[in-house]
């Protein structure tokens, strides 16, 4: 079915308007001021209820019909000064669109020299600021803390933990502001079909080792280790922040460090994102973000 013109719906939208409110109009004049004797004698017996209530024709208070029509005179005051009438947009020329507007404008030149400075300033200086600091606490609660927790500790096998030193894409500011201005997005294959049930039995515990730090060159899994994982992990697992691979020789593990979730890992593999922030928080918000998790 093919979409009607925006005019028709314009159209349509007056016309109801303007007839409903002219038929309140006769309605409320045809009530109060009736053509003819407002109390006609009855013809024929009246209705009765309970003996004693009876039906009268006595008109409702006058203050009701100066009530009413007050409102019905702001109402044509207000059609005519902003929209209400299909798409008429008024003698004022309002809209929302136009106040928000009005309003970000505003908000933006009142703190535009404020969220320069910020810009401009240092990270230590940023970090010595307690109300900067309470205000990035604020942004990080707004922005990160439904994945990453309000501690920013993370959560275990989903999101990192942004509180210790292990950074998968590098902890540096600029590196932390890359991530959150322009997001992550992690990817960890699959090895099952590669390296069958024994492959990957081996290289779980090879990985498990050098967690330890206890991976011996004649391991069982080095071999795979080196054919299938050394690339992205490094040849002695300590990772690449470059590619998103993560330090596989130290006790940090996102997706759980047990033999178990090692080989769940090997065997599925794992994806993780991290959206970008860039379009939803501006240069300063992002500044005060990347001081704010750099402590």
């Known amino acids: 079915m093919a979409d009607l013109p925006n005019t028709f719906w314009s159209g349509w939208i007056a016309v109801i308007t303007i007839v409903s409110l002219l038929g309140l109009v006769w309605l409320v004049f045809t009530i109060y001021f009736p053509r003819g004797k407002a109390d006609q004698e009855h013809q024929g017996p009246e209705p009765t209820w309970d003996d004693n209530l009876r039906e009268g024709s006595n008109a409702p208070p006058l203050w009701w019909f100066w009530m009413i029509f007050s409102a019905m005179v702001f109402s044509v005051i207000y059609l005519m000064l902003f929209p209400g009438v299909g798409a008429f947009s008024g003698a004022l020329n309002w809209s929302q669109g136009s106040r928000l507007a009005e309003s970000f404008d505003d908000f933006r030149a009142e703190y535009q020299a404020s969220r320069a400075a910020i810009v401009d300033a240092g990270l230590t200086e940023l970090q ?5 600091m309470e205000t990035a606490e604020k942004l990080f609660s707004r922005n990160c803390a439904a ?9 275990a096998s989903l999101f990192p933990n942004l509180m210790d030193i292990d950074w998968q894409w590098g902890g540096s500011p600029d590196q932390i502001e890359q991530t959150i201005r322009h997001g992550r997005s992690a990817m960890m294959p699959p090895w099952q079909a590669s390296l069958g049930d024994d492959g990957v039995a081996q290289v779980a515990a090879y990985v498990k080792a050098l967690s330890a730090g206890e991976a011996a060159e004649g391991h069982p899994g080095a071999t795979q280790y080196g054919s299938f994982c050394v690339a992205c992990h490094g040849p002695d697992g300590t990772g690449n922040p470059i590619l998103g ?3 596989l020789s130290d006790s940090t593990w996102l997706y759980g460090g047990s033999i178990e979730a090692i080989t769940e890992t090997l065997n599925n593999g794992r994806q993780g994102v991290m959206p970008a922030f860039g379009e939803r928080l501006d240069d300063a918000q992002i500044k005060l973000l990347v001081a ?4």
Request: with cysteine.
């Open 292 to 295: 704010y998790l750099a402590r």
């Open 245 to 247: 691979a993560p330090n």
């Open 128 to 132: 010595d600021d307690t109300v900067l």
């Open 147 to 155: 994945c990453h927790g309000v501690d920013g500790r993370g959560q």
